[in-house]
């Protein structure tokens, strides 16, 4: 591709973007329904939902899952702490595949039955968060705001769109079938109508491991090798929850920082790249995952004997984004990324790309620091942050008389 290409390709996807609108352990039960007539029944994954934490967070990525932001539209704080409420019972109704209550002869319908007349948990999560904007003048929560909660920032190389980023409230709904997904849209917005409406929404997917290990991304490399270990709790606590003393309101102990970013892939740009180039761009083998001083996806990259960048080029993805050093430790975050696409934009080329999706104690130390550090690498040519926010993941709910965010009114 020549540079005149090249310019006219991107000069053509930046406009197209310019006009764009607007946990833990899981238990395995019967499934409803085999995947195909002659494939075995596979097991139902379902989730607790009472915890200290909320699922979705340290739960593996599902297949499927939806991302929509939301203004509130609540008169005041009454009716706002109403709605964390409404939106508790649901979100374990769902979670849990609670039977519908039967609906009188002349009521509306107390389900869609988009999924049937058999309750279904297809190891569905819905996990809320709060973005900064929940806490201004209209619910007098300005005193409770998470201390580094603010309106997401704008990086080198983003082009966002203003309708496609940050929000007052954050759902992110996942589970193993996209049909799962959609009736608990419904059955959440039906239920929250009047109090919250919809700023922008984007739907995403996990592919399976090809032909194993972790999944791939649309750019065809291995995404979320290196995440810290989802079952350490002390570390989950070191990199993740917000923890007492930390000089967070005390009702945010629990909780989690969650960055959204909607990037567009130039796909149609990379796939004329050669393969040797993309792997030093990233610093892993396309085929198999390993960094490229290794031979297997789970190998670590020890820069300390590549101090020059011989094997693993110095300004490679992976190690601009995790150095690997004592002073770049504590910046670790857990990534729980998707796909997306969103067919042509409408100069026809392809609108796909990833949600990346991420949660850290901190967002300063952790995801800014990364940002920070990827500034200006070769991987920018060829991805385009257009959204998302950052959002307060609300601690978990204990028990049916406790419901999300209700310490924030007390």
Not at 190 to 211: C, S
Request: charged content about 20%; glycine content about 10%; proline content about 8%.
């Amino acid at each position: 591709m020549t540079g005149l290409d090249r310019r006219r390709f991107l000069t053509g996807a930046a406009a197209a973007l310019g006009g764009a609108a607007a946990g833990a352990g899981a238990t395995r039960l019967a499934g409803p329904a085999a995947a195909s007539p002659s494939s075995p029944t596979p097991p139902e994954r379902r989730y607790a939902f009472d915890g200290p934490h909320q699922a979705g967070v340290l739960t593996p990525a599902q297949a499927n899952a939806a991302f929509l932001a939301f203004d509130l539209t609540t008169g005041d704080r009454t009716e706002l702490q109403e709605l964390l409420h409404t939106l508790t019972v649901r979100a374990r109704a769902l979670t849990q595949a609670a039977v519908p209550v039967p609906a009188g002869i002349s009521a509306e319908p107390s389900d869609s039955l988009l999924l049937g007349p058999a309750p279904v948990s297809d190891g569905l999560t819905i996990t809320v968060g709060l973005g900064a904007s929940a806490f201004d003048h209209r619910f007098g929560l300005a005193s409770a705001r998470p201390r580094r909660l603010r309106a997401m920032d704008t990086f080198a190389n983003d082009q966002l769109d203003p309708m496609q980023c940050d929000g007052d409230l954050l759902l992110q709904v996942g589970a193993d079938h996209p049909d799962v997904v959609l009736h608990a849209l419904r059955d959440l917005t039906r239920h929250t109508r009047g109090g919250m409406q919809v700023r922008w929404r984007i739907d995403g997917f996990t592919p399976p491991p090809r032909p194993a290990g972790a999944a791939r991304n649309l750019l065809g490399f291995k995404d979320g090798i290196a995440n810290p270990d989802r079952s350490d709790s002390a570390l989950m606590d070191q990199l993740i929850w917000v923890q007492p003393g930390a000089g967070e309101p005390t009702w945010a102990t629990g909780g989690s920082y969650q960055v959204v970013r909607i990037i567009r892939m130039l796909v149609e740009f990379w796939d004329r790249v050669g393969v040797s180039e993309q792997e030093r761009i990233f610093g892993r083998r396309k085929d198999s995952g390993a960094p490229l001083s290794g031979s297997r996806e789970s190998d670590t990259p020890d820069y300390s004997d590549d101090p020059i960048g011989a094997q693993i080029p110095l300004d490679s993805h992976i190690r601009r984004a995790n150095p690997r050093t004592p002073q770049t430790d504590a910046s670790r975050l857990l990534r729980r990324s998707f796909s997306y696409d969103r067919g042509t934009d409408r100069n026809g080329n392809l609108d796909m790309g990833l949600i990346f999706s991420c949660f850290q104690q901190d967002l300063d130390r952790q995801f800014v620091a990364v940002q920070r550090r990827l500034a200006g690498e070769p991987l920018s040519d060829y991805i385009v942050p257009t959204g998302g926010g950052y959002f307060f993941t609300l601690p978990g709910v204990q028990g049916e008389s406790d419901h999300l965010g209700r310490w924030l009114f007390s």
